[in-house]
Each structure stands twice: as structure tokens, then as C-alpha cells.
Nanobody, 128 residues
């Protein structure tokens, strides 16, 4: 049974940085597409960044491009989201997700309904 556990959330001032981690077990991370999603109060869950399995193709939401970096360590079964230059609009619960879909070399889908396995979420609050 796949398990995903996020950590690294917290309170940070605008302009600061956080690194989220997602420890996984019960499956081979390298065989899965992975992603980070977030949900702010009163809003729908949105895809922040995703990376495919075989080709490592990445997707970033426009709002985080250039500030966030997704990565994966398939030997340790951990995925990361490095978040820099944080803004109050980044405040949300962040979730990691994984799915065994094999993508081609040119794209990865980063929509909530495309991911099967989910973590419980970690709160990120950006405020002075």
C-alpha cells in the first residue's frame, strides 16, 4: 500500500524559503509520476509542480515558475519541493501525490484527478 508523508511546512516571512519533503513507501518511486499540489482556503486544489517518471519532464504552474523547484531521489524514495521567494499568495496546505502513469518525453499532466496516491498535507503560511 502506497504511503506518502509530507514534512517541512511552517510559517515563513515573505521572501523566505522552505523545502518540503515527501517520504514515500510501499511502491518504487522511480516508476511513478509525482507532483506537489496546494489548496488555499476557499479555493480548489491546484497543481504546483509535477515531474514524470521515465523522462523527468517537469511542469510548473505559472505562479511559481522560477521560484519553486521539484526534485526526486529515487534511491531514497523521497521527493522535494524547494520554495524560494515565498509570497503571501503561496499560503496553502501542500500535498504530495504519485501515480504510476507512464508519460512520454514531452509532457506530464499535473491535475489532481490524474494522481492516485496522496499524502495528508502540510501547512505553509507566508506572513510577516
Amino acid at each position: 500500500q502506497a504511503q506518502l508523508v509530507e514534512s517541512g511546512g511552517g510559517l515563513v516571512q515573505p521572501g523566505g524559503s522552505l523545502r518540503l519533503s515527501c517520504a514515500t513507501s510501499g511502491f518504487t518511486l522511480g516508476d511513478y509520476a509525482i507532483g506537489w499540489f496546494r489548496q488555499a482556503p476557499g479555493k480548489e486544489r491546484e497543481g504546483v509542480s509535477c515531474i514524470s517518471n521515465k523522462y523527468g519532464t517537469t511542469y510548473y504552474a505559472h505562479s511559481v515558475k522560477g521560484r519553486f523547484t521539484i526534485s526526486r531521489d529515487d534511491t531514497e524514495n523521497i521527493m522535494y519541493l524547494q520554495m524560494n521567494s515565498l509570497e503571501p499568495e503561496d499560503t496553502a496546505v501542500y500535498y504530495c501525490a504519485a501515480d504510476p502513469t507512464a508519460y512520454g518525453s514531452t509532457y506530464v499532466i499535473c491535475r489532481e484527478n490524474e494522481y492516485r496516491d496522496w499524502g495528508q498535507g502540510t501547512q505553509v503560511t507566508v506572513s510577516s
